[in-house]
């Protein structure tokens, strides 16, 4: 198999098996490995997000990465992808998560395979008969980069310490702009809309080696959509959260890998797209290039900050396709009847850390809802996870339309079963715990199962920096 693992993860991954052999006699303990594989396309590929681009893509301003990390305590495992791509659609989220499932020994639940939402990545398809044959060879390539990066991920599993802080950037804004036409009538337009508060979040996990206390890796979730260039750019890039991940892991160096994945932003977009296009010529900034700094310079402040704990703690995971009020694509109103639309759900926790994948974009209000009624400490939201099942409106938004409510398959009140369904898996996962008895450690991967009838232990694994 051709794979083309970066030297970051090479490296990690061998200096991960050293430390795994030194070390393999703690096995109790919660572990992590990290990989990181370079996907910029190596030829022109047309490129999603923009139904009105139509042309191939004309060269690549920043490369495009996927980063693996996998968490495992006892047997269990959670692993979170973070691929610099729009998101899994024209069908390949069920073959690409087949591939690791499969390819990695993994449960179903235990795969998070989320995607940053650059609009300036690859369409992905595996349709030669729908996509461009450059998009069908490299979704192709991508299947077996990821199995590659998990697999490396897997291997380099060693005692991990964690950390949890939190920060805040204006860098995603409201983008439901309110207009004025010549009649009097307001309507909805893709457009900046400041008025409305938005949860500007940062959330930023830290993982660090308890030997010698070395950062290895960040994973962070902010809610924004990575289109600040626009629908005009032809070139490769990871826009504004693949800019962040590769500020942060040039900032910090030393190979760490920074995994950045897209909060509850179906209705956010970044403060500033391209003016008037990706120029870079008499000193111009590009936008992408200014709010992604702005972004991964956040990340990095918290990063800083934060004091890790050894870790320890439960990993757990939980997978389902919910069946949430539809409506036909295309429409604003929800009048017209329709068939439930499906919404696939992951959440999972490692400690103290619960992860919640919605296969969708969410507007930001819903992502903010799940947080406050989680019943952990810190919930991160990660968006385009596992599915690319359409926009999920909030309820009072139908009422003025746009473009996430006019193209949703959600009909009003999908919003509230959406969270509900959410927040009662992050109750199982804390209650699990809480029982002991559902959490009987998996015997299946040769690992070191609790003596029976030994309570189960709940520390304090992941503390709040400030
Ligand atoms: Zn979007």
Known sequence: MKTRLSTWALLTATRLSLALGLESAAAAGLRAGLAQ??????????????????????????????????????????????????????GVAEPLRRALIEGCGLEPAELFLCATHTHSAPTLTLDAAQGHSHNVAYTQELQRKL????????????????????????????????????????????GRNPSVLTDREVQVLKLSRPADAELVGAVYAYATHSTALGPRNY??????????????????????????????????????????????TNGWLPEPVLLGTMLGEEVAHVLDGIRTEAGSGPVSA????????????????????????????????????????????????????????????????????????????????????GYEVTSSPFAPGADEQLAAAAIELLRELRQENAS???????????????????????????????
């Open 37 to 90: 594989v370079d996907i910029t396309p190596s030829q022109p590929v047309t490129l999603a997000g923009y139904a009105s681009r139509k042309d191939v893509s004309q060269g690549v301003h920043d490369p495009l990465a996927a980063r693996a990390i996998a968490f495992e305590e006892r047997g269990r495992r959670l692993v979170l992808v973070s691929a610099d791509n729009l998101g899994w659609y024209n």
């Open 147 to 190: 199995v590659a990066a998990v697999r490396a991920a897997l291997d380099g599993l060693a005692p991990v310490q964690l950390g949890v802080g939190v920060g805040s950037s204006p860098v995603g804004v409201n983008r439901r702009e309110v207009v004025r036409d010549a009649a009097g009538q307001t309507r909805v337009v893709l």
């Open 235 to 280: 070139l490769i890039s990871g826009d504004v959260h693949g800019l962040a991940e590769q500020f942060v892991e040039r900032y910090f160096g030393r190979g760490m890998i920074a995994a950045g994945f897209a909060g509850a932003s179906g209705d956010l977009d970044p403060w500033f797209r391209v003016l008037p296009g990706f120029n870079t």
């Open 318 to 401: 939980r997978f389902k396709v919910l069946e949430l009020p539809g409506k036909p694509r295309g429409v604003a109103g929800s009048s017209a009847r329709s068939e439930p639309a499906p919404f696939t759900l992951s959440a999972g926790r490692v400690g103290e850390l619960a992860l919640v994948g919605l296969g969708g974009e969410v507007f930001n209000e819903i992502g903010a809802a799940i947080k406050a009624a989680s019943p952990f400490p810190h919930t991160f939201i990660l968006t385009h996870c596992n599915g690319a099942d359409g926009y999920v409106p909030t309820r009072a938004s139908y009422a003025s339309g």
């Open 436 to 466: 002991g008895a559902a959490q009987a450690p998996r015997t299946d991967r040769g690992t070191d199962p609790k003596p029976a009838g030994q309570a189960a232990v709940l520390p304090e694994a992941i503390q709040p920096a400030r």
